[in-house]
């Protein structure tokens, strides 16, 4: 534990679908937790320097819980699979306070929730957000079938309102939900939140090109694959600059601003490495950033950057430190 990071006890873990589980966290002591909105999520260290981040799933008006779910990736980074294998009921774990990235937009008269599998974490807390508020809403949720579905139970209070709408595609997205003609016909005062793997962030990216930006919302959990960024990489050296001080730093073509920073004594906290985030956002002073972050809307950039993977196309950058 460090003064970053807040003890949680493992409450419960509960099977909630085919490589899914949900974890309960609370405050050792039985205190409150911090509070959060909806969209937020944490941090969770993990052994061996293990961070990961998932979002929190669960009603922000419950201030004793964090409850997250968690889909066993094999594939991935190990994260999730040292997370299914190593945390246990009774463990106490050390978590990050929680951040918002996906945040609720107050303005909205409607709201269509889109969720695909493990994806509907953030959004099921937005439901019971929207539910309370009395905000018009739908949530769809695209799984496999409902094998692979999680928070079933509490979903049904949504299901009965017929505010929860399944859609199962048997492994092949064209027998799926059709997301084209959802979102065909923008209406005034509805906003789109969606989150979920990265063929179905496609879809729906695709479906809301017509869309008025700041009524477009979308969290992935794993960094998109960009083949022409891929191809354009490494990217230039450029120096960065403490505003504090005025010490300046070299950052190397393959090197990240956070880990020179931190090699040369300036710490700078990170998590994901991938720009996903928000561990690492940072204020700048001057300077054309090249941002390659999934988390800043446009107004913030012109101020704000994440050290992980952002990168400086003018030589110089200067950074609020």
Same mark, same amino acid.
């Given at each position: 534990?460090?003064?970053?990071?807040?003890?949680?006890?493992?409450?419960?873990?509960?099977?909630?679908?085919?490589?899914?589980?949900?974890?309960?966290?609370?405050?050792?002591?039985?205190?409150?937790?911090?509070?959060?909105?909806?969209?937020?999520?944490?941090?969770?260290?993990?052994?061996?320097?293990?961070?990961?981040?998932?979002?929190?799933?669960?009603?922000?008006?419950?201030?004793?819980?964090?409850?997250?779910?968690?889909?066993?990736?094999?594939?991935?980074?190990?994260?999730?699979?040292?997370?299914?294998?190593?945390?246990?009921?009774?463990?106490?774990?050390?978590?990050?306070?929680?951040?918002?990235?996906?945040?609720?937009?107050?303005?909205?008269?409607?709201?269509?929730?889109?969720?695909?599998?493990?994806?509907?974490? $953030?959004?099921? &807390?937005? =439901?019971?957000? %929207?539910? !309370?508020? @009395? #905000?018009?809403? /739908?949530?769809?949720?695209?799984?496999?079938?409902?094998?692979?579905?999680?928070?079933?139970?509490?979903?049904?209070?949504?299901?009965?309102?017929?505010?929860?709408?399944?859609?199962?595609?048997?492994?092949?997205?064209?027998?799926?939900?059709?997301?084209?003609?959802?979102?065909?016909?923008?209406?005034?005062?509805?906003?789109?939140?969606?989150?979920?793997?990265?063929?179905?962030?496609?879809?729906?990216?695709?479906?809301?090109?017509?869309?008025?930006?700041?009524?477009?919302?979308?969290?992935?959990?794993?960094?998109?694959?960009?083949?022409?960024?891929?191809?354009?990489?490494?990217?230039?050296?450029?120096?960065?600059?403490?505003?504090?001080?005025?010490?300046?730093?070299?950052?190397? $073509?393959?090197? &990240?601003? =956070?880990?020179? %920073?931190? !090699?040369? @004594? #300036?710490?700078? /906290?990170?998590?994901?490495?991938?720009?996903?985030?928000?561990?690492?956002?940072?204020?700048?002073?001057?300077?054309?950033?090249?941002?390659?972050?999934?988390?800043?809307?446009?107004?913030?950039?012109?101020?704000?950057?994440?050290?992980?993977?952002?990168?400086?196309?003018?030589?110089?950058?200067?950074?609020?430190?």
């Amino acid at each position: 534990m460090n003064e970053n990071t807040i003890p949680v006890l493992v409450r419960q873990i509960r099977f909630e679908g085919k490589g899914i589980n949900s974890y309960e966290l609370t405050d050792p002591e039985g205190r409150e937790l911090p509070p959060f909105t909806s969209g937020a999520h944490i941090d969770i260290h993990l052994a061996d320097g293990i961070v990961r981040q998932y979002s929190l799933s669960n009603d922000p008006q419950e201030r004793r819980r964090y409850v997250i779910g968690v889909m066993k990736d094999e594939g991935g980074r190990g994260g999730s699979a040292s997370l299914h294998r190593g945390l246990h009921v009774q463990d106490v774990v050390a978590i990050s306070p929680p951040r918002n990235n996906f945040p609720l937009a107050d303005e909205a008269t409607k709201v269509i929730l889109l969720a695909g599998g493990i994806g509907v974490t $953030p959004l099921k &807390s937005m =439901a019971h957000s %929207l539910e !309370r508020a @009395g #905000v018009d809403y /739908e949530l769809h949720y695209c799984a496999k079938d409902r094998a692979f579905t999680a928070f079933e139970d509490e979903m049904q209070a949504f299901a009965a309102q017929g505010k929860l709408h399944y859609h199962f595609d048997g492994g092949d997205p064209a027998k799926g939900l059709d997301i084209a003609g959802l979102l065909a016909d923008p209406a005034p005062g509805t906003h789109v939140y969606y989150c979920g793997p990265s063929g179905f962030m496609k879809a729906c990216a695709g479906a809301v090109e017509a869309w008025d930006p700041k009524t477009v919302h979308c969290e992935h959990f794993k960094a998109p694959v960009d083949e022409a960024r891929a191809d354009a990489l490494p990217a230039g050296a450029f120096t960065v600059e403490i505003a504090s001080s005025g010490r300046r730093m070299a950052i190397g $073509p393959d090197e &990240s601003i =956070a880990d020179v %920073l931190n !090699r040369e @004594g #300036v710490p700078v /906290e990170t998590s994901c490495q991938s720009g996903l985030c928000g561990t690492c956002k940072t204020r700048y002073k001057s300077g054309q950033v090249d941002h390659r972050d999934y988390i800043l809307d446009e107004a913030e950039k012109d101020e704000y950057m994440t050290l992980c993977v952002s990168r400086c196309e003018s030589g110089l950058l200067v950074l609020d430190l």
